[in-house]
């Protein structure tokens, strides 16, 4: 199959490193189905980026929250699919997540399901269905977190879901391999996603003490990574992570902040600035 002739569904393409995965994919010659939760307009851009290259990218907005918005988006890329010419699914990015929190203490029940909703049931519905419309040399990649990796009781519901996301790329690794079809997942650590935390001189080092090598990613470090997982460069590869988190999770350095969740020290040193369009109830910082 060639890149021309394939479409890749792009979950929480509006968001930072969804985007950077878009515009990359679209670069390589893909069709992108570019999903957004509330923000629409990033996805129109990916519009525009994709029309400027005689490509194409079809926003589709869904709650991913609820399993009416996961069979939404699955009817609509079944719908994308069958209107141009039966295009091929050649990949799926299981990327949107809803960042950071809550804390041991603070969780209830509400949140726990919440988190788990849309970080881990989504992305496992996703698969399943989407799976089917693909055939051999279909690629599938979850977007895991460090925070798996190492303590962070503040943001403990979190990386449980990450948690989840982990065990269903090993898992459902065995169950598509019959059908020619690859499961991997990416590991960012922080990640500048665009969040005006990032610009916080503050808040940018203590993020960048969590990796043995300098500052935080860039989202297209990130998406290089999924780009390659899902080229047929990785065609031998199913089941694992790839580790872009700069070493966050060899725990090899003293944490800058001691174990205190990111969400403390971002309400300390400068408190949130909701990203456009979004309610200062957001959580967009990795
Ligand atoms: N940035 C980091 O430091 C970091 C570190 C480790 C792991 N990660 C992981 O990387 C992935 C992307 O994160 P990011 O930094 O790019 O975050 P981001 O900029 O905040 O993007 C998050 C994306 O998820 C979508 N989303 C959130 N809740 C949703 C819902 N209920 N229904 C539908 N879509 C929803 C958002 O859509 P709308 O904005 O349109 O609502 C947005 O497109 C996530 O899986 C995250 O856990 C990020």
Not at 41 to 58: I, K
Not at 85 to 105: E, I, Q, R, T, W
Not at 175 to 198: E, K, Q, Y
Request: charge should be negative.
């Amino acid at each position: 199959m060639t890149e021309e002739q394939s479409a890749v569904l792009v979950t929480g393409a509006s968001g930072g490193i969804g985007a950077a995965t878009a515009r990359l994919l679209l670069d390589r010659g893909h069709d992108v189905v570019a999903h957004h939760g509330r923000r629409r307009e990033a996805v129109d851009a990916l519009v525009s980026h994709a029309e400027s290259m005689g490509r194409r990218c079809w926003p589709v907005q869904a709650d991913l929250g609820e399993m009416s918005g996961v069979q939404h988006l699955v009817s609509e890329v079944d719908r994308l699919l069958v209107e141009h010419d039966s295009l091929p699914l050649k990949g799926l990015v299981n990327n949107a997540a809803k960042l950071l929190g809550p804390s041991f203490d603070a969780a209830d029940p509400d949140d726990f399901d919440l988190y788990l909703a849309i970080n881990a049931r989504a992305p496992f519905f996703l698969t399943q269905q989407l799976s089917r419309r693909m055939t051999t040399g279909g690629s599938i990649v979850n977007v895991s977190s460090a925070g798996v990796h190492f303590s962070s009781p503040g943001d403990i519901v979190y990386a449980m879901s990450k948690a989840a996301v982990e065990a269903l790329t090993r898992h459902a690794a065995e169950a598509l391999a019959p059908r020619g079809i690859r499961i991997n997942a990416v590991v960012p650590g922080f990640t500048d996603n665009g969040h005006p935390a990032f610009q916080d001189p503050a808040i940018r080092t203590y993020m960048a003490g969590f990796s043995v090598l300098d500052d935080v990613a860039a989202v297209e470090d990130v998406a290089r990574a999924i780009g390659f997982l899902l080229s047929e460069d990785s065609r031998r590869t199913t089941g694992t992570l790839i580790d872009v988190s700069g070493g966050s999770t060899l725990g090899a350095r003293p944490r800058t902040a001691g174990k205190v969740s990111l969400r403390s020290v971002v309400e300390e040193v400068a408190p949130l600035v909701p990203a456009p369009g979004a309610s200062a109830q957001d959580e967009h910082v990795g």
